[in-house]
């Protein structure tokens, strides 16, 4: 008969082990919202944007991704406090379709100083971007897409400096340089498009890290913005 002093060595033995197991994860496969268009705008083929409406797959999870569901912070790997923002269901638990101000996304976004999400040294949303949020919580908090861009403008004033803002600049800035690369100025930016990154990142290219990092790609007509300014000679215009 197993005395009491095995037994419960035993039962330590298993609580150990359970504990361990317990803590280990595996890293799930991201749901993006994205089943299958090269564009990574879910059911956006032919879909005219509305000036009046935001749209979730071009607008808003291209910021959370870039800002947010970052490794280290709340992406699905990481879940910084318990909290995974790389999915339009897991954002929506923390969002309450019709009402920003109720929507813990917009106000830990809102706060100021060392409260807000991001974190300082990083930059803190502009304020374009939080209207952006707002206006698309208040107006339903829908995960749309739509076929939103002029391929005829690839200024970097109007066009590309917009997508390194809103797709790539959150781990690409001075408090956060990743791959050592600062897309927030245009000497940076300019620099990753000389030397062939830029492209070569944006178009998932073989051999290049897929930017925006565990996002949606970025669409054609975005893409074909960036290539048009690229083969103009990368101008600060």
């Known amino acids: 008969m197993m005395s009491v002093k095995m037994l419960t060595m035993g039962i330590i033995a298993f609580g150990i082990i ?10 799930p496969v991201i749901d993006n919202g994205n089943p299958g268009g090269v564009s990574g705008l879910p059911g956006s083929t032919g879909k005219t944007c509305s000036t009046d409406s935001v749209y979730f797959a071009n607008e808003i999870f291209p910021l959370i991704s870039s800002t947010c569901a970052m490794s280290g912070c709340h992406d699905a790997a990481t879940h910084k406090e318990g909290v995974n923002l790389s999915t339009y269901a897991n954002i ?13 996304l917009y106000r830990e976004i809102v706060k100021t100083g060392s409260e807000r999400m991001p974190p300082p040294p990083m930059a803190a ?24 861009c002029d391929t005829t403008d690839y200024k970097y004033s109007t066009a590309i400096k917009t997508l390194m803002q809103n797709k790539c600049q959150g781990c690409h800035n001075p408090a956060l340089l990743g791959g050592n690369i600062d897309l927030s100025t245009y000497t940076g930016v300019k620099a990753v498009a000389v030397n062939g990154k830029l492209y070569g990142s944006i178009t998932w290219a073989a051999g290049f890290s897929q930017m925006p990092k565990g996002g949606i790609k970025m669409a054609d007509c975005e893409i074909a913005q960036v290539k048009k300014w690229i083969d103009a000679g990368s101008p600060n215009n």
């Open 125 to 148: 949303w502009t304020s374009d971007q939080v209207a952006k949020l707002t206006k698309w919580i208040n107006q339903g908090a829908a995960n749309n897409a739509c076929d939103k």
């Open 18 to 27: 359970f504990a361990i197991n317990s803590c280990k994860h595996q890293i």
């Open 92 to 104: 929506m638990r923390y969002v309450v379709p019709g009402s920003a101000t109720s929507s813990k």
